[in-house]
């Protein structure tokens, strides 16, 4: 862009504000239920639903009817659990209370039962896992799954809610790069990352910040299951917050090739040339937003938490190589 072009860009400026609306999602109060259970030689399988609500419940898991309509006998137990729907990130505190096999109580070690259980499927499913033979529950069984014979009926009493929280840590993470002018996206090394709990999930908000392990362009922390923001900077790179992050069943895509921007290079292309600069200007005379909050803290080459006519003027001084942008 020519010198009398930038001028005349500069002159017909304004400055214009934007205003966001947050609407929280209204809570749940009943949570559709399914249940399984399935003999040790997978020959008899029952599998049910209901619904329960945040408070004490009682599941009954019936065995299989034969042919006459009467209950068939499981000996031993290859799977049993309650799968709450849709409900993952809800569940807090969790407790199974009582397990009755055809009224009889069955003793069980309760730090053994999964509480948020990986069931192998791409869902928002909240699992507790009572037994599973190929699942958390194989090694450390809360019971001799082997042993126990259900003639009728088992009768699962436990409690939820949605405060507080029960179950494992879950695993979160990602890799940083930055693009160059004539190359491929490059790791970018030597950052630091932290987390801390998204406050607009509807959860008790942990305010202490949370290290994570990096090592080249890589980094994880092991959590609870929940919603995150996550905080990557390196000294001469615009600070990126990656915000509402979960922390569930998989790995987050959101954190996969995150890229750090130096200021000005709004697009994130590696350069600063007139694309930014047009991209700014857009925003300053409200033709057009930033694709994200990220693209306005590169913009924002003033360090006032504002883009408007100053940031635009630095830019240009940039593209016409006339001063480095700090």
Not at 218 to 227: L, P
Request: one cysteine or more; hydrophobic letters at 35%; glycine letters at 8%.
């Amino acid at each position: 862009m020519k010198k009398k072009s930038i001028a005349s860009f500069l002159t017909a400026l304004a400055v214009g504000a934007n205003t966001a609306v947050w609407v929280s999602a209204e809570k749940k109060t009943e949570y559709n239920v399914r249940t399984a259970l399935v003999s040790s030689d997978l020959s008899l399988q029952s599998w049910d639903e209901t619904s329960v609500s945040e408070g004490q419940n009682t599941i009954t898991f019936t065995t299989p009817k034969d042919g006459k309509g009467d209950y068939t006998t499981i000996k031993g137990i290859s799977l049993f659990v309650i799968d709450l729907e849709d409900s993952y990130f809800d569940i807090g505190a969790v407790k199974v209370d009582s397990i009755v096999v055809d009224g009889k109580p069955l003793d069980f070690k309760a730090d053994s039962i999964i509480y948020g259980a990986d069931d192998g499927t791409d869902n928002n499913d909240f699992r507790i896992e009572l037994f599973n033979s190929f699942g958390e529950t194989k090694n450390d069984p809360p019971f001799d799954a082997s042993s126990v014979t259900v003639n009728e009926k088992i009768e699962v009493t436990f409690t939820f809610s949605t405060d507080g929280y029960s179950g494992g840590t879950r695993r979160i993470g990602g890799n940083i790069i930055e693009k160059k002018k004539s190359s491929k996206p490059q790791p970018l090394n030597g950052c630091s990352v932290s987390l801390n709990r998204n406050k607009d999930d509807g959860r008790s908000s942990h305010d202490e910040e949370i290290s994570c392990t990096v090592s080249g362009n890589e980094f994880y922390a092991d959590v609870e299951r929940g919603f995150y923001d996550v905080t990557i900077s390196k000294s001469g790179y615009v600070t990126r917050t990656v915000r509402n992050v979960p922390a569930g069943k998989d790995m987050p895509e959101e954190l996969k090739d995150i890229d750090l921007r130096v200021y000005g290079d709004v697009n994130g292309d590696g350069k600063i040339n007139v694309t930014d600069l047009s991209l700014v200007a857009a925003y300053v005379k409200k033709l057009r937003m930033f694709s994200d909050d990220y693209q306005f803290n590169v913009a924002d080459v003033s360090h006032d938490d504002k883009v408007n006519i100053s940031d635009i003027t630095k830019i240009a001084a940039a593209v016409k190589g006339l001063k480095k942008i700090k």
